[in-house]
């Protein structure tokens, strides 16, 4: 049940341009380094979005 409630959120994710990593409780304890190198090298590797226009009145 679970497997499958986590299948169509990482699928709804992927369809609106979210990435999703996964990691292992232990991994986040014990390598949080480790964690942190491959969020950096995913980020690393997507494309940078575009950002919004200002409208007039923002600052």
């Known amino acids: 049940m679970r497997q499958a409630y986590d299948s169509r959120r990482d699928r709804w ?3 609106n341009g979210y990435k999703v990593l996964r990691f292992t ?8 380094e480790g964690v942190a190198i491959e969020v950096e090298r995913t980020l690393a590797l997507l494309p940078t979005p575009n950002p919004s226009r200002k409208r007039e009145g923002d600052s």
Request: aromatic share 0%.
């Open 25 to 32: 409780n232990d991994d986040v304890m014990s390598n949080i």
């Open 13 to 15: 994710l992927a369809e």
